[in-house]
């Protein structure tokens, strides 16, 4: 099972290679909190698109869409209502089918394996203006591909942004976004052109099966920037080589055929992170590893032994033309890095984000959540176009999720400061409490988050200190039972532990 989706490239006759339809794109709903919703993300535009229905008994299109034949052993088009998914399309943009002339299919592409949930797969058809309109409606504008590379290229934060779908859909092929290409037999996305994101199977926690492996492989342009004031510098860069190693191999491809000088910058030292290092060792052993020095301090020798330069925040990186600037963000854990893509204003985010729900703080290794929180109030004064999240899909709409992030990490800080105040008394006790709807398998990852927040709350001040010394001793005892206890059960379940873990509601 899949999700599909059907988006309409509309131009003004097929001679018109250039311009084509874009919808500005409606927002996720707010928060009805003014400290959140003055947070708000630029005008978003992409191609008409909506979800297609299936249907219970096979039902032929009245649209006629050329070139369908070599896509039916992929998908099989009677499954679903697609003249009702084309009304509805053209409805946002103010036509109808009777203003098409001709519908062509251009593509289909399945989504690379992101997760959770169900994969996404998108039907891109062609729709030529069978007469010049003039009377779109406001949230409707004519863009041409040039336009389109400039706002990708030139970005300036809080300008307009162009999303995924034009991008992946149309915009990829008409331009040479890269003279370097990704060898690998996985499905992966280009998106801001230049930047691929591989999502590789790794030792990750659920709900997520990969970590992304994302490249920069930017086009090799005449003239080409020359910094003499950028200390790092390369042709390409990959960040967080975390893949397990039934995927080796796959990396080993993908790195092999990458040319020029390689720079590999992780952004903290979890197993899902790093476990292709070694790999990249062997087959690129001239190439330099970023690392903050909490990060260094905690990879093995075994994982990597080679040239590497230690990063604090704020270093500029040359990759091609493309410039990134390195940005310390503590919380997840003390040597958290993030990495900013100044081309794209692209803001990816290791494990602060997720692509879906939320990160766990990793208290054994420097995690806070007083950082946490100044991290993403960081990112959201960076004002980025996008976030990259190291597991999930690439969000849209940063400043939302980020804002998200806070509202959630406050609320779960007053449930603990309620329960602490009604009568809790050790760390089980609140874990219980505040979690009493998650599978107690996951509680342990809970608790750490809540040693975390009841820290936090003592730096604020709210927290009786009679309290809080009483809380430290059993907190250290009622961790160790429910880590030992969560152990024997993975060790009797033959399941390996994780460094990382990630779930929706913790």
């Known amino acids: 099972m899949a999700t599909h989706i059907l988006a309409l490239i509309l131009k003004r006759n097929a ?49 006629v869409i050329e070139g369908l034949a070599p896509f039916s052993e992929t998908i099989d088009f009677r499954n679903f209502d697609i003249d009702a998914a084309i009304d509805r399309a ?49 949230v409707c504008k004519w863009m041409p591909v040039e336009s389109c590379l400039s706002v990708l290229h030139d970005v300036k934060p809080d300008n307009v942004r162009v999303g995924n779908l034009a991008v992946v859909g149309l915009v990829n092929e008409s331009s040479r976004s890269s003279e370097q290409k990704v060898h690998t037999s996985l499905r992966y996305q280009e998106y801001p052109p230049g930047v691929f994101l591989v999502p590789m199977k790794s030792r990750t926690g659920k709900p997520f099966l990969t970590t992304n492996l994302i490249i920069f492989a930017p086009a090799i342009v005449s003239g080409k920037l020359s910094d003499n004031s950028c200390a790092i510098s390369g042709d390409v860069l990959i960040v967080d080589p975390g893949c397990h190693t039934n995927v080796h191999e796959e990396l080993l491809k993908i790195v092999a055929a990458l040319s020029g000088k390689l720079i590999i910058f992780v952004t903290h030292h979890h197993r899902d992170h790093v476990d292709g290092l070694s790999i990249i060792q062997n087959c690129k052993p001239d190439a330099k590893l970023l690392a903050h020095e909490n990060t260094m301090r905690r990879i093995k020798r075994d994982d990597w032994s080679h040239d590497y330069t230690l990063v604090s925040g704020g270093e500029d990186i040359l990759i091609g033309d493309q410039r990134l600037k390195v940005v310390f963000a503590p919380g997840h854990t003390d040597g958290h890095m993030a990495l900013l893509h100044v081309n794209t204003h692209s803001l990816i985010v290791g494990d602060h984000c997720v692509g879906q729900g939320s990160a766990v703080l990793d208290s054994t290794s420097g995690g806070n959540m ?39 990490r406050r609320s779960r800080e007053a449930s603990i400061l309620e329960a602490i105040e009604t009568g809790s008394k050790t760390l089980i006790d609140i874990v219980a409490k505040v979690y009493s709807g998650v599978d107690r398998a996951f ?58 873990g990630k779930m929706k509601c913790l």
């Open 90 to 138: 053209l409805g946002q943009v103010g036509l109808k089918e009777s203003n098409i002339g001709a519908w062509r299919i251009s593509k289909f592409v399945e989504e690379p394996e992101f997760g959770p949930g169900l994969p996404v797969r998108t039907i891109y058809i062609v729709g030529e203006l069978a007469r010049a309109n003039s009377h779109l409606p406001d």
């Open 15 to 63: 001679a018109d290679d250039g311009e084509f339809i874009l919808v500005r794109q409606t927002p996720p709903p707010k928060f009805n909190d003014e400290v959140y919703d003055s947070f708000l993300d630029s005008d978003l535009w992409d191609l008409p698109s909506t979800k297609l229905n299936r249907v219970e008994v096979a039902l032929e299109p009245g649209a």
């Open 443 to 500: 509680w342990a990852l809970a608790a750490s988050n809540v040693r975390l927040h009841v820290a936090h709350l003592a730096e604020q001040g709210k927290l009786p200190e009679v309290l809080l010394v009483n809380h430290r001793a059993s907190y250290r005892n009622d961790h160790y039972s429910i880590e030992k206890s969560l152990y024997l059960q993975r060790r009797q379940l033959l399941l390996q532990p994780c460094l990382c």
């Open 370 to 408: 007083t950082e946490y929180f100044h991290s993403t109030y960081k990112f959201i004064d960076l004002s980025p176009n996008i976030l990259i999240p190291m597991h999930g899909r690439v969000n849209l709409w940063p400043k939302n999720m980020l804002c998200g992030y806070l509202k959630n």
